[in-house]
């Protein structure tokens, strides 16, 4: 049951991907109304594999491979049609529909390779549901980031194909992706400070990779979100910055993840 779910709902991202690319080149407001249902319905399969998950493993398999992956690729999945219904970013579908297969299909192709383990305490808990739900908006942020890349490139060179007229303005991208960095960051700075405190009581706070790169990733941030505050810093630079640290968040999860040595 657990297996054919997981299949079931990699099928139904796909094909969601499917039309949101569709949207780019035929009739926008039909495909894009059959692109959210698409992704409304595979986001319910896959809330039903979720459920499946932590009902035969527990809450403890958010700390698994498959798990934490399937959990916080429902989480991308809700975020994103919260704001497509509620702001009109349906195009960006496009980029989180076949990521969110990706975290699907570690259920399909890999095994629970991630470490096994109770919670020491609520702490413990809290960090790495704040630290999930950070990367999560980092995630979007990068998303915003990369269309707002594209976007610019196009408009340089002058190109005003489909491209130009499905994804949003500048301006929108711009405010959007400051969002959820902002949203991020509060939740990735509780989330880093809950972490070391937790180290320190338990672990007398050594610093590994993992610990480094937590750090490495919110330093990205604050830089982004300061130099935005002082000097309104935005552009090809601004975007290029969040691409990076939305990579190092999710480094920091596969590190976590995998328990990679430090």
């Not at 980029?95 to 305490?121: E, H, Q």
């Not at 130009?164 to 992706?177: T, V």
Request: overall charge positive.
């Amino acid at each position: 049951m657990f297996f054919v779910t997981s299949v079931v709902a990699v099928i139904a991202y796909l094909a969601a991907t499917g039309a949101h690319l569709a949207t780019i080149f035929g009739d926008r407001p039909r495909l894009q109304r059959l692109a959210l249902v698409a992704t409304s319905g595979a986001a319910l399969v896959h809330l039903v594999l979720a459920g499946l998950l932590i009902a035969d493993k527990g809450f403890a398999s958010v700390f698994e491979i498959r798990g934490g992956v399937t959990l916080g690729a429902l989480v991308l999945v809700v975020v994103y049609l919260f704001f497509a219904f509620r702001f009109e970013l349906e195009s960006l579908g496009s980029f989180v529909t076949p990521l969110a297969a990706l975290g699907v299909m570690v259920n399909v192709v890999g095994t629970a390779t991630g470490a096994r383990f109770t919670l020491a305490n609520e702490i413990l808990g809290v960090h790495i549901a704040l630290a999930f739900l950070g990367t999560g908006a980092f995630t979007l942020a990068c998303i915003m980031a990369i269309v707002y890349l594209i976007q610019e490139g196009q408009l340089k060179q002058k190109k005003f194909g489909p491209l130009m007229q499905r994804f949003p303005s500048l301006d929108r991208l711009d405010a959007f992706g400051l969002r959820f960095v902002g949203t991020g960051f509060v939740m990735y700075t509780v989330s880093l400070l809950l972490g070391l405190f937790w180290a320190w009581r338990h672990a007398g706070l050594a610093i590994d990779g993992r610990s480094g790169l937590s750090v490495l990733t919110w330093a990205i941030y604050a830089i982004i979100i300061q130099a935005r505050i002082t000097v309104g810093w935005r552009g090809r630079a601004a975007a290029q910055l969040v691409i990076v640290g939305g990579l190092s968040a999710v480094g920091v999860i596969i590190l976590y993840l995998t328990r990679a040595p430090a």
